[in-house]
């Protein structure tokens, strides 16, 4: 063998050693993300409740009103927010149930 195929060898290896490092952390990263996800439902469901609640109507009437903080964060009180997010974990829960 020649110094030219070895110079090639050693790139063709870094280059796949790079591309199997980044397919391992990837793998982690995502295998981490569906752990926390999966542990998380019945943080969810409890948003679920919420949402469907007389006590969401009964906060959402004293946003209205005009009586809750101007500064508090209110996206659960949105029209859209927490049904969006419902409407896209069930896609998401399909998606993984194929």
């Known amino acids: 063998m020649d110094k030219k195929n070895v110079n090639e060898a050693v790139e063709r290896i870094n280059a796949m050693e790079e591309r199997l490092d980044k397919a391992l952390l990837l793998m982690d990263n995502l295998e981490k993300a569906v752990r926390e996800y999966e542990e998380y439902q019945s943080e969810i469901s409890i948003l679920e ?5 007389q006590q969401w109507k009964d906060d959402l009437d004293l946003d209205r009103a005009g009586l809750l903080p101007p500064d508090l964060k209110r996206g659960v009180l949105s029209e859209d927010g927490i049904y969006n997010m419902l409407e896209r ?7 993984f149930d194929q």
Do not use: A, K
């Open 89 to 95: 974990h069930g896609e998401i829960e399909q998606e």
């Open 49 to 53: 409740d919420y949402y469907t609640s």
